[in-house]
């Protein structure tokens, strides 16, 4: 089971860090990805990053957006500076073994204006 932090409400220009745990035998060895979906809008990628710690974000996030992982802690981090009231969304960690596909609970974040 994967386990987000809870859901936050911050200022725009506000950052926040978002954390997704999940059990050592589904997270070992894969990638982890961050999904958002705002209402009335298609889940849209905000950022993944390999076992190994290569990662990869959408064009329109990476100067704002970054993503880490404690392999030790079997966690993962999305950290989001700047936000946007564009950026509020449910956000949702994801873990793709082929087969079978594991998702966190979902985390909404809201930004105020």
């Known amino acids: 089971q994967m386990v987000e932090s809870g859901d936050a409400l911050v200022q725009a220009g506000g950052s926040l860090r978002l954390s997704c745990a999940a059990p050592?035998?589904?997270?070992?060895?894969?990638?982890m990805s961050w999904y958002r979906q705002a209402p009335g809008k298609v889940r849209e990628l905000v950022a993944e990053i390999t076992y190994a710690g290569a990662t990869n974000i959408p064009d329109s996030m990476k100067d704002r957006f970054t993503i880490s992982r404690n392999n030790t802690k079997n966690t993962v981090y999305l950290q989001m500076n700047g936000l946007k009231p564009e950026d509020t969304a449910t956000y949702y960690c994801?873990?793709?073994?082929?087969?079978?596909?594991?998702w966190g609970q979902g985390t909404l974040v809201t930004v105020s204006s």
């Open positions: 050592a035998n589904i997270l070992s060895g894969h990638t």
């Open positions: 994801e873990i793709n073994q082929g087969p079978r596909v594991y």
